[in-house]
């Protein structure tokens, strides 16, 4: 099994930058692992963001988020990241990372590993 733990959300002015991570444990290969982050805001359903292929040879986007967010791994820490800047209000969401074997997935329910998710807010 896979255990996920994001952290590195909080509040944060439009256009600023916040970087989120999603640590993995258990009894699991990481670098086996495609990675993403997927949000969800309020009364809205979840929407992908990004994924990232097993050794970060190939990256995907959302085109809200596209050229603002950068998503990378650290194989050797088990760790994958989320960089976003110039941060909008629709920006706001609780964001969560998952994991699927092998390749990359722009659809949730192909994830079979989730973290609790972490909760982004931007003002103004």
């Known amino acids: 099994q896979v255990q996920l733990v994001e952290s590195g959300g909080g509040l944060v002015q439009a256009g600023g930058p916040l970087r989120l991570s999603c640590a993995a444990s258990?009894?699991?290969?990481?670098?086996?692992?495609?990675l993403a982050w997927f949000r969800q805001a309020p009364g809205k359903e979840r929407e992908f963001v990004a994924t990232i292929s097993r050794i970060g040879g190939n990256t995907y986007y959302a085109d809200s988020v596209q050229g603002r967010f950068t998503i990378s791994r650290d194989n050797a820490k088990s760790t994958v990241y989320l960089q976003m800047n110039s941060l909008k209000p629709e920006d706001t969401a609780v964001y969560y990372c998952?994991?699927?074997?092998?390749?990359?997935?722009?659809?949730?329910?192909?994830?079979?590993?989730w973290g609790q998710g972490t909760q982004v807010t931007v003002s103004s």
């Open positions: 258990g009894r699991t290969t990481f670098i086996n692992y495609a």
């Open positions: 998952g994991a699927r074997a092998i390749v990359t997935s722009r659809t949730w329910d192909e994830y079979n590993y």
